[in-house]
């Protein structure tokens, strides 16, 4: 609620005029502050509980790096208290809508960004598995060694593609869905589409240009502290039991 609204709310109650400014000073003596709500993916019940179930599994061994290794555009504000930005009741939710018809698909590890491959249309299980042949093996290749596939649980990442990936005997770690922060490659992706904004592009060809470029680019320094803040984020995940992070 806005002052405004709480102090009509208040002198409809009491009787007496309250003025907006009495509410937010008010506010402010008990340590809240009007702030503009975080935007997070709105998690269910169901999803909170496989975020937990997800961190308290992997903080037994994710101290081991060497395994991570291998819709409106209006203002809005809430009042809350220092540390509260992530907790349900002060962020505003954001709900995944398909929009765009240009996609672009890409992998990355501690030791380096992979393959990156531009894609026209509307991806489903087909095109994905053939990604998953063309680019995503290829990229495991080049790493030298053995290593573990995360992808979210988008349909398409689950149907046609468990058989292929038990075929081409990829072990595939389990993921809890509506987790964007917890995966690192959201970040690399955030840096990507900044370093294309700044080249200022005018045209499709050159954002696949500028992208690719940018892409080959990306430092392996980066690429590691992606990875390795995956033990920040486990713990950010079991503080807030299971709710939405700063990731």
């Known amino acids: 609620m806005s002052a405004a609204s709480i102090a009509a709310e208040v002198e409809g109650v009491g009787g007496q005029p309250v003025s907006a400014q009495t509410i937010r000073r008010t506010l402010h003596q008990i340590g809240l502050n009007g702030c503009c709500p975080r935007r997070k993916p709105l998690p269910k019940m169901m999803h909170k509980k496989a975020r937990k179930e997800f961190a308290e599994d992997k903080q037994t061994w994710i101290k081991d790096m060497d395994y991570w290794n291998s819709g409106s555009d209006d203002v809005k504000s809430v ?3 220092p540390g509260e930005e992530y907790k349900d009741k002060c962020v505003l939710p954001t709900v995944k809508h398909g929009g765009g018809s240009v996609m672009v698909w890409g992998c990355t590890s501690a030791a380096s960004t992979g393959e990156l491959q531009f894609i026209e249309g509307t991806m489903n299980a087909n095109m994905y598995c053939d990604i998953l042949t063309q680019s995503m093996i290829p990229s ?5 060694r053995r ?11 689950t149907s046609k593609t468990t058989a292929l990936l038990k075929k081409l005997m990829v072990k595939v770690m389990d993921w809890p869905s509506m ?4 995966n690192p ?3 690399l992706w955030g840096i990507l589409k900044q370093m294309v904004v700044e080249r200022k592009v005018s045209n ?3 954002l696949r240009d500028v992208a690719m470029e940018a892409w080959k680019r990306t430092p392996v320094a980066t690429c590691e ?3 390795n803040s995956m033990l920040k984020r486990i713990k ?3 503080e807030n039991d299971g709710g939405h992070t700063k990731y």
Do not use: C, M, T, Y
């Open 79 to 81: 009042w809350r208290q």
């Open 140 to 144: 495991l290749l080049r790493l030298g």
């Open 147 to 157: 290593a573990v596939f995360q992808h979210d649980n988008n349909p398409k990442h």
């Open 179 to 182: 987790s964007p922060d917890l």
């Open 185 to 187: 490659i959201e970040h």
């Open 204 to 206: 499709i060809h050159q």
């Open 225 to 227: 502290a992606l990875v």
């Open 236 to 238: 950010a995940v079991l």
